[in-house]
């Protein structure tokens, strides 16, 4: 299994206050990605990172801000939450640290904003 | 604007029988395609992958079959087992550059013992 790690897995936070999730991977791979999946959506990509300090949106990235210090994590922030982002979180990782076709996926945060 | 759908939410088959799995696109430029498994509380896991330059890809009991036609594609799962019940996510390859993903909206098996 790929080192993927995920905080923290579950999280219930009010609306307006800001959250962060974090992805840690112990691959050195040069690709990360976050996710969220809800019901009837299947997976849709937040942001993704192609190296340290270099990011780009996804196609649901309102309302989300990531950052990528080091190599080994990958930030997301919901700057003020809102009802709607209440989901699961999944960050994914490309193996060999290329954009190769397989993702090796973390285990998931659920975030519950109430 | 959904470019990778599965039509079917969720499937019920017998241990021992096929299961099949589908899949459509609408972005005739998706070069890559793979199905990954998804169990409760755990993250995707990659299951089995296909180029758009074949029609089959085997692995195991699971193969996928891709219709550039028809733009569909389809997992087989042979024989199915009770320990294959999970979501399974279709999912196309974006960009070659950055290996962006777009998934369809999952399909629930249920393999019944």
Known sequence: ?114 | DQQVKQNSPSLSVQEGRISILNCDYTNSMFDYFLWYKKYPAEGPTFLISISSIKDKNEDGRFTVFLNKSAKHLSLHIVPSQPGDSAVYFCAARGSSNTGKLIFGQGTTLQVKP
Not at chain 1, 95 to 101: A, I, L, N
């Open chain 1, 1 to 114: 299994d790929a080192g993927i790690t995920q905080s923290p897995r579950h999280k219930v936070t009010e609306t307006g206050t800001p959250v962060t999730l974090r992805c840690h991977q112990t691959e050195n791979h040069r690709y990360m990605y976050w996710y969220r999946q809800d019901p009837g959506h299947g997976l849709r990509l937040i942001h993704y990172s192609y190296g340290v300090k270099d990011t780009d949106k996804g196609e649901v990235s309102d309302g989300y801000s990531v950052s990528r210090s080091k190599t080994e994590d990958f930030l997301l922030t919901l700057e003020s939450a809102t009802s709607s982002q209440t989901s699961v979180y999944f960050c994914a990782i490309s193996e060999h640290g290329e954009p190769s076709y397989e993702q090796y996926f973390g285990p998931g945060t659920r975030l519950t904003v109430t």
